[in-house]
């Protein structure tokens, strides 16, 4: 069995600082990782994912995050975040089944 | 790439009516589909997933119910609504496993 834990629910931030959103899992198996963001009443759209390969992975809206197999986490950065930022967070993890467990979800609010 | 749709966006139901919610996907064969639910509060719970036509997999107990009739085509049902049944339910489909899902803009259903 495999499970994500995110450890915010909430993440006040100002406009042009800097953001990280925690998650961490836990899978007796290797695990395909995931990032997806939701704008209010909206669908979810991926941000980034880790298949294999480099632990930093990059991807749309300048986010990044970095998979730490040790400490079996997948935090989420960005180095200046912008009001439209603002929307809900979701880390995931897949097996190689392909069956996705979500997280809580975190929901980053961005303050002018 | 793949496109869901899902209608309708948004939905106000009586309690003990019936639900009929439709996804459809373009730009794939084959694909798995899934159904989600977030309720207030809440992340997203999985509540079915299908491997393919008439193949349906309930993962939660629960007064809904889904069907496939089509490859590309995903149907989730209720024969009398309950007010717990409110949430946004969002539609998913996948190819490949190390891909994640694409998802459907979500349907806000307010059962009153």
């Known amino acids: 069995a495999q499970s994500v834990t995110q450890l915010d629910s909430q993440v006040p931030v100002f406009e042009e600082a800097p953001v990280e959103l925690r998650c961490n899992y836990s899978?007796?198996?290797?695990?395909?990782l995931f990032w997806y963001v939701q704008y209010p009443n909206q669908g979810l759209q991926l941000l980034l994912k880790y298949l294999s390969g480099s632990t930093l992975v990059k991807g749309i809206n300048g986010f990044e995050a970095e998979f730490n197999k040790s400490q079996t986490s997948f935090h989420l950065r960005k180095p200046s975040v912008h009001i439209s930022d603002t929307a809900e967070y979701f880390c995931?993890?897949?097996?190689?089944?392909?069956?996705?467990?979500f997280g809580q979800g975190t929901i980053l609010t961005v303050h002018p | 790439s793949q496109t869901i749709h899902q209608w309708p966006a948004t939905l106000v139901q009586p309690v003990g009516s019936p639900l009929s919610l439709e996804c459809t996907v373009e730009?794939?064969?084959?694909?798995?589909l899934y159904w989600y639910r977030q309720a207030a509060g809440r992340g997203l719970q999985l509540l079915f997933y299908?491997?393919?036509?008439?193949?349906i997999s309930s993962e939660v107990p629960q007064n809904l119910s889904a069907s496939r009739p089509q490859d590309r085509q995903f149907i989730l049902s209720s024969k009398k609504l309950l007010l717990s049944d409110s949430g946004f339910y969002l539609c998913a489909s996948r190819v490949f496993a190390n891909y994640g899902y694409t998802f459907g803009s979500g349907t806000r259903l307010t059962v009153v």
């Open positions: 995931a993890v897949s097996d190689l089944g392909g069956k996705l467990t």
């Open positions: 730009g794939t064969s084959n694909p798995n």
């Open positions: 299908s491997v393919g036509i008439g193949q």
């Open positions: 899978s007796s198996v290797s695990v395909y």
